[in-house]
């Protein structure tokens, strides 16, 4: 069994803040690159951030300077500040566990975030 399950989705005004978690079970947590992924209706699927299991945050550029990924592996558990959020943050945004190739990943079920003008 493998599990990631977000959270902390939901409506925000532009300007405005939100925070997302994702977390894990059946993984050793520890071990996983962790990523934040988004899709927005007719998109494709676009990368947010990532953090390695040693802490090293990288974010996409379109985020860089509003987000911030984070880790707590004693909870098993990613998140994802959102700061500054923009109409064009809005989409579905997902978390991703990775351990050295596509053999080893897995998606959570996503969480809506929706940024009103």
């Known amino acids: 069994q493998v599990k990631l399950v977000e959270s902390g989705g939901g409506l925000v005004q532009a300007g405005g803040s939100l925070r997302l978690s994702c977390t894990a079970s059946g993984i050793g947590f520890s071990a996983y690159t962790m990523r934040w992924h988004r899709q927005a209706p007719g998109k494709q699927r676009e990368f947010i951030a990532s953090i390695s299991r040693g802490g090293s945050p990288n974010y996409g550029d379109s985020v860089k300077g509003r987000f911030t990924i984070s880790r707590d592996n004693a909870k098993n558990t990613v998140y994802l500040q959102m700061d500054s959020l923009k109409p064009e943050d809005t989409a579905v945004y997902y978390c991703?566990?990775?351990?050295?190739?596509?053999?080893?990943?897995?998606w959570g079920q996503g969480t809506q975030v929706t940024v009103s003008s």
């Open positions: 991703n566990a990775n351990f050295l190739s596509s053999r080893n990943e897995y």
